[in-house]
């Protein structure tokens, strides 16, 4: 599994597997975040499987499925679920891309620096540009 590390607090990884979660709880993840939607590649593991091997391993999960487009409502859900994190949080969909955007995203809605943002994406190997107007729109607005 190839993490890749945002920021401290946030990391991102291609689709994990439920034997992968332990070990994530392991290297000190407090919150599991799963951006996938159930049956978006034939053979991926359901939420439902990511999130019985969370509570076996003691991680908190949250599932915030996104597909073809960041609607208000995951945003929110994410600022939610990064505020609420007892500790440093992992975020995976099927290439960390889609994890990275929407963590960009609510970032900007509490007023971050954009550049900042874009920054933190790229050391970690992700171009923000698909949601950069959005973020400096969010930023400026928060």
């Given at each position: 599994m190839?993490?890749r590390?945002?920021t401290?607090?946030f990391?991102?990884a291609?689709?994990?597997?439920?034997?992968?979660v332990?070990a994530?709880?392991a290297q000190?993840?407090?919150?599991?975040?799963?951006?996938?939607?159930?049956?978006e590649?034939p053979?991926?593991?359901t939420?439902?499987?990511?999130?019985?091997s969370?509570?076996?391993?003691?991680l908190?999960f949250?599932?915030?499925?996104?597909?073809?487009g960041?609607?208000?409502?995951?945003?929110?859900?994410?600022?939610?679920?990064?505020d609420?994190?007892?500790?440093?949080?992992?975020a995976?969909?099927?290439?960390g891309?889609r994890?990275?955007l929407?963590?960009s995203?609510?970032?900007?809605?509490?007023?971050?620096d954009?550049?900042?943002i874009?920054?933190a994406?790229?050391?970690a190997?992700?171009d923000?540009?698909?949601?950069?107007?959005?973020?400096?729109?969010l930023?400026?607005t928060?």
């Open positions: 190839e993490i590390r945002v401290d607090s990391s991102v291609p689709q994990v597997a439920p034997e992968d332990a994530l709880k000190g993840f407090a919150l599991l975040i799963s951006n996938r939607p159930d049956g590649e053979g991926q593991p939420a439902a499987e990511i999130a019985a969370a509570a076996a391993a003691g908190e949250r599932h915030i499925p996104v597909a073809g960041f609607p208000r409502e995951a945003i929110a859900a994410t600022c939610e679920a990064l609420k994190a007892s500790g440093p949080v992992f995976f969909c099927r290439t891309t994890s990275t929407l963590w995203l609510a970032q900007a809605s509490k007023g971050c954009p550049q900042e874009a920054a994406a790229a050391r190997g992700y923000i540009a698909p949601v950069r107007a959005a973020v400096e729109q930023s400026a928060s």
